[in-house]
């Protein structure tokens, strides 16, 4: 057991918080997100577990359906119409004491007709003679509303949004642009890290510095330079291809550097025993060392989704605002703008952008600690 | 099965040489030793053979056919590194049968030669397991399983018995003496520990700064060491070395010193204790260690040199005693002041 010191219980502490600051938000946008948008007006969404009272009013039907039975006339109906699902306790007939009565009990209005409320919402309105009024009296009831969640959120942010468009796109972005910088980054870092050649220690330089370079400066000279060498094929200023180059490149030095810490640290005897079993680098690449920098991919891959899944710069940048190119955080930007008073939207849309970063994270994560501490321990 | 030749060889790195011109003929089938201190030279010249390093200057030819120019993979060899470097992703199996699948060999074959270099290793029960799965000594094994599955012209090994513990390096020692007998295959050697060198070699290279001290018989180089760093480096505890002209009190009598000796070298398992009539050295008892068989007994002479002396458990000595020593004139070596050795 180890022992307890200050530093390991404020560690501990500093750990709990991080992790409640990280996952009361994260819940409660998830939980607001299947909220009924009227409620999620009013109420924080912890208030959404618990049954909660609320004071309501409601208001009978009118003559028309009224039906003669024996010397009385009713008018039989539910006070909460198609919406069910709450539990009356009290009710009352006047608005100075609107919880006078018991449920199952029976108030007499002015005009001495008598109601009978139940608890599931079922009324009996009884008078001696012909109901007149075309309008319905007022009720006032104390329900209890249980807890209720509904998906229309995210059906109206999906597929009336446009949401739901958005998300592929974004897919669409993500997924080439993680993975052509780890393809030619792993080629690159072998070299840079197993084979000999003129120049190499400069090369590695250089790619380091670069990694200092802000995206911004070379954002807009980029996009020129795609422009007019696309416009020599016919090709479109603004699309996929181009987005995709654009992360790639932006890519490159980091998943280079990361991928080269990584390969270094394999054993070089290792590397020499292939070569001398007749490995060329590039059997050596394929069947030695990717078979084991498999954990650095993952954790690379990680890094470099969640950057592009989450960019919304480049995105503007190198793709239309139409729906068939807009990606997922230039859309929640619009939707900000234009819908910004709707919080179920916004809620539901957040929570659809995240969903892909969470699970990736999760799937992955023993991959993602391990690829940050390699080489740190002996394997 | 191949004869190694090196002519002239050497090896520089930015400007610094570090071999100095290695002349060295193997012969077919024989177990050669490099042995040197660290830093020497020994594991570049080995890899230099193999093809991980290249040739600065000089020829090595292995069967008569010069290989400067030859990857390593074409060159007959097959290497044992110190860390084994196992393909820690790879089956035992899928290891030993790596070479084989790169040089494109059929399928039935690669499993025969396997088998048959399993069977030699008895590792055959490893076949399914991963590197880490096994012990030191296994991965060791498979190791050089590896190489023998190549059925190499050379075999070459890297100090591979110095990440094994104590009683594993003894056992595979005496392994890797039966499987060159068995496999009657031409070995270089390389180590830093000379117990090894002498109990493997067929001829030992004392290596020693990127040049070559001597090359003999373990008992060549036990008995007529060439210089001062063969005699001090063979043997152990190390042979004790003497100034003459200093002044020790050496009865100069029973001894015949040439002319220009400025040292004498007598191994501590030559020296005995002997009666003030015989005696050759005196000296006053330091320290006794007990290693049951027999003592080390470490004797300070005048002016503050210390030689050890193996003797005998039975001798009656103490701390403190002042003792004569003797040994025989056959087993006295005698170096100049640039130490090599004379008569």
């Known amino acids: 057991m180890k022992k307890l010191t200050f530093t390991s219980i404020f560690s501990q502490l500093l750990l709990l918080i991080f992790v409640i600051v990280w996952i009361v938000p994260t819940f409660g946008l998830f939980i607001s997100s299947l909220r009924d948008k009227d409620v999620l007006a009013i109420s924080g969404w912890w208030t959404s577990f618990t049954t909660t009272e609320v004071n309501e009013i409601y208001r009978t039907e009118g003559n028309e359906s009224q039906i003669k039975e024996g010397d009385h006339y009713y008018i039989k109906g539910n006070l909460f119409g198609e919406d069910k699902g709450k539990q009356i306790f009290r009710f009352g007939v006047t608005s100075k004491n609107i919880d006078e009565f018991e449920v199952g009990s029976t108030a007499i209005f002015k005009d001495k007709t008598k109601i009978t409320v139940f608890e599931n919402g079922d009324y009996i309105w009884k008078s001696q003679e012909e109901f007149k009024k075309k309008k319905g009296k007022r009720v006032f009831v104390s329900a209890k509303s249980p807890p209720s969640f509904t998906l229309d959120n995210y059906k109206e942010v999906l597929f009336k949004e446009g949401l739901g468009q958005a998300f592929l796109n974004t897919f669409a972005v993500a997924l080439p642009s993680t993975l052509i910088p780890l393809i030619i980054c792993s080629f690159f870092a072998y070299a840079l890290t197993w084979m000999k050649f003129y120049g190499r220690d400069i090369l590695l330089a250089s790619i380091i510095a670069s990694l200092v370079v802000p995206l911004q400066m070379s954002l807009i000279p980029i996009l020129t330079v795609y422009n007019d060498f696309g416009a020599l094929f016919g090709v479109a200023a603004k699309s996929y291809p181009g987005i995709w180059m654009a992360h790639t490149g932006f890519g490159l030095a980091s998943t280079t550097f990361l991928l080269w810490n990584f390969l270094k640290s394999l054993p070089s005897e290792m590397m020499e025993a292939a070569k001398v079993d007749g490995a060329t680098h590039y059997d050596t690449f394929l069947k030695i060392v990717v078979p084991l920098s498999i954990p650095a991919f993952a954790s690379i891959f990680i890094l470099q989704f969640l950057w592009v899944w989450n960019d919304l710069l480049v995105g503007l940048v190198f793709l239309d605002k139409h729906p068939s190119e807009i990606i997922l955080t230039a859309k929640l930007k619009e939707l900000l703008g234009s819908r910004g008073e709707n919080w179920e939207i916004l809620t539901t849309g957040a929570f659809v952008s995240m969903t892909v970063p969470l699970f990736i994270f999760f799937s992955l994560q023993r991959y993602f600690i391990r690829g940050l501490v390699a080489g740190s321990i002996k394997g | ?343």
Not at chain 2, 55 to 74: F, L, M, R, W
Not at chain 2, 245 to 253: R, T
């Open chain 2, 1 to 343: 099965m191949a004869n190694l030749n090196l002519k002239n060889v050497k090896k520089t790195y930015d400007k610094t040489e570090v071999i100095h011109g290695v002349d060295l003929d193997i012969n077919s089938g024989e177990f050669i030793v490099f042995v040197g201190p660290s830093g020497c030279g020994k594991s570049t010249l080995l890899r230099m053979i193999a093809g991980l390093e290249d040739i600065t200057e000089g020829e090595i030819s292995i069967g008569g056919e010069v290989v400067n120019k030859i990857i390593a993979a074409e060159r007959g060899v097959a290497m044992v590194f110190q860390s084994y470097a196992l393909y820690p992703h790879m089956t035992v199996f899928d290891n030993m049968s790596f070479a084989l699948k790169q040089a494109k060999t059929p399928i039935d074959e690669i499993k025969s030669r396997v088998l048959e270099a399993a069977k030699i290793l008895q590792i055959e029960s490893l076949f399914e397991r991963l590197p880490k799965q096994l012990s030191g000594g296994q991965r060791q094994r498979v190791a050089i399983g590896r190489a023998i599955v190549r059925n190499p012209k050379v075999f070459l090994f890297d100090e591979p018995l110095s990440n094994l513990d104590a009683a594993l390096r003894v056992q595979t020692r005496i392994e890797i003496a039966k499987l060159h007998n068995q496999l009657t295959a031409t070995m270089v050697y390389v180590t830093h520990d000379q117990v090894e060198a002498m109990t493997l070699a067929d001829r030992i290279v004392v290596i020693n700064e990127g040049i070559i001290e001597q090359v003999g018989t373990p008992i060549e180089l036990y008995n007529s060491p060439k210089n001062q760093f063969v005699a001090e480096f063979i043997g152990s505890p190390k042979m004790n070395m003497v100034d003459i002209k200093d002044g020790h009190k050496l009865n100069l009598i029973n001894l015949k010193v040439p002319s220009d000796a400025t040292k004498i070298g007598i191994r501590p398992e030559h020296l005995s204790l002997s009666n003030d009539e015989t005696c050759k050295l005196k000296g006053n008892v330091r320290h006794i260690e007990h290693l049951g068989e027999h003592l080390l007994c470490y004797i300070n002479l005048e002016k503050n040199d210390e030689i050890v002396a193996k003797l005998g458990v039975n001798s009656k000595i103490k701390i403190n005693e002042n003792i004569c020593l003797e040994w025989h004139q056959n087993h006295q070596h005698f170096f100049d002041s640039s130490g090599v050795s004379i008569g």
